[in-house]
């Protein structure tokens, strides 16, 4: 086999293959047996008709289209591996000689995967600022505490909308004198200060009593979601219907009690104490890993080519799309409700996937160049923790795995957590 490489413009590589006509006979040969195996010829029995009699049945050139997909496909792997060029498409196969008793000339263009130039990577020196835990970040846990067990009680009688009440409401928007599709809401919840209204709505409720009607003049954003209304101004007649307030426990061992396994108050402050201890501890180490990595790219020169970005950025919006429907909503209603569509969506992940893809080459680059190897026991042990997240054997796992195809994503995931640690364990101390 014969192979040139011709370097192209945006990353892009070309490669003319040639194929000794032996080798595309021999396939030929192969492919009519093939067909003569699935394909029912009159007279004959499956697997038993001579090539003549295949070709003259389906056709010479549905033979030579097998024949070339059994040689093609392994000759530009070869031809990969002989050049030593990873590509990131799918290449584009252009046939210049496909002829039996002819050497098979093909030419393959694919974009190659950058080439990574690295920076400094070992013993960087990574500073992070830990989380101070002092009594204001304990009293700060302990009102969070009060509010999840506080009480909802009916405000006096008589008496007006306050900041931070919870109501219930009935209101109906008009533009320009006339009301508006989604404009009108009964017995709608809301509390006063929570800013889920447009801008000034709820502060234009305090001071409203129950049953009172009141209207409320409001302007749409420039940004809002449904075009018909950005920007304009609209008038809500409203109608408080409840008024509630929340109530606070009082701070004391009784609470304390109620609220945790403690018996005083002192012992629960001192466990919420060393949870945020423990909480900032784990916060700092995390920060420390993903800038060491960071920083390691960032040091790191490499030309991504767009392609790579692009498939980045269509993974990310598949694993949301996914994560959508596990909550029962479809993607193009999420975007409707957020106001953006799929262009600002893909807009909004790209300097992300940008981000995500030269890590992983720089990481690549790193296990490269320090001998880093997944050995069956990395992949024996990420497998067993799979295996316990999903209470599942080790054994169904590696075959679900195996049937999917997938191995090689798992080998590669286990590679850059192995080269991540590398540059992590290295930190200057």
Do not use: W
Not at 21 to 31: G, H, I, S, T
Not at 96 to 112: I, P, S, Y
Not at 159 to 172: G, H, P, Q, R, S
């Amino acid at each position: 086999m014969e192979v040139s490489v011709k370097d192209l413009e945006n990353q892009q590589v070309e490669l003319n293959i040639t194929v000794p006509a032996a080798e595309l006979d021999k396939a030929y040969d192969a492919a009519a047996k093939k067909i003569a195996n699935r394909v029912n010829i009159p007279g004959f029995r499956k697997g038993k008709a001579p090539k003549k009699i295949v070709e003259r049945h389906v056709g010479k050139e549905y033979v030579m289209t097998d024949a070339f997909e059994m040689v093609a496909p392994k000759a530009l792997n070869e031809a990969l591996a002989q050049e030593k060029i990873d590509i990131v498409t799918r290449p584009d196969i252009d046939v210049d000689t496909l002829e039996l008793g002819k050497d098979l000339v093909f030419k393959a263009v694919a974009t190659k995967k950058p080439e990574v130039e690295l920076g400094e990577y070992k013993g960087l020196k990574v500073e992070v600022e830990k989380d101070v835990v002092d009594d204001e970040a304990v009293q700060q846990q302990l009102v969070r505490m009060l509010d999840r067990q506080a009480d909802m009680v009916d405000a006096e009688e008589g008496a007006a909308v306050e900041k931070d009440n919870f109501i219930t409401l009935d209101f109906k928007g008009f533009v320009d004198g006339e009301a508006f599709a989604g404009g009108e809401g009964k017995d709608y919840p809301l509390q006063i200060g929570s800013n889920s209204f447009i801008p000034g709505f709820e502060d234009q409720l305090i001071g409203a009593k129950v049953g009172e009607e009141k209207e409320v003049n409001v302007t749409f954003p420039e940004d809002y979601h449904s075009e018909e209304l950005k920007g304009k101004p609209a008038v809500f007649k409203c109608t408080v219907k409840s008024i509630k307030k929340k109530v606070l426990p009082e701070l004391n061992d009784e609470f304390a009690k109620k609220a945790s396994t403690f018996q005083t108050l002192d012992e629960l402050k001192a466990d919420l104490k060393s949870n945020l201890e423990k909480s900032a501890e784990t916060k700092a180490e995390s920060e420390k890993r993903e800038k060491a990595i960071n920083m390691a790219a960032d040091n790191a020169k490499v030309d991504i080519p767009e392609v790579m970005i692009e498939n980045r950025v269509n993974a990310m919006v598949q694993e949301m799309a996914l994560r959508l429907e596990q909550q029962g909503l479809k993607l193009e209603q999420y975007m409707a409700y957020a106001g953006t569509d799929i262009n600002k969506l893909r807009e909004n992940y790209k300097e992300t996937a940008a981000s995500n893809v030269k890590v992983d080459l720089v990481l690549e680059a790193i296990a490269k160049a320090e001998g880093i190897k997944v050995e069956a026991e990395d992949l024996d042990n990420e497998v067993a923790t799979m295996a316990a997240a999903y209470g599942a054997t080790a054994p169904q796992v590696k075959k679900i795995i195996a049937e999917q195809g997938r191995l090689g994503d798992l080998a590669a995931t286990v590679l850059r957590r192995k080269t991540a640690n590398f540059v992590i364990d290295s930190i200057a101390k």
